[in-house]
């Protein structure tokens, strides 16, 4: 590879490297931005409306888990 060839790849990729650093600096100010905007709230359920979590049970031991455990430990 040619001197002039491998100056005109560095400066190719510092070009790209500028260009990302450009976009990804906008895409965080902007977001900063919109998020410190005021006045702008996510949508809230209806009054009428109920909100239900699901409810967490946990661990349950049942068959299938039980034939497991009795298969790992042969």
Known sequence: MSEKSQQRTVRAHSEERRRFLKTAGL?????????????????????????????????????HVRDYYRTASE
Request: hydrophobic share 45%.
């Open 27 to 63: 895409a965080g100010s902007s977001a900063a931005a919109a998020a410190a905007m005021p006045g702008i709230v996510a949508a809230a359920p209806e009054a009428g409306e109920t909100v239900t979590e699901p409810v967490d049970t946990g661990y349950r031991e049942s068959a």
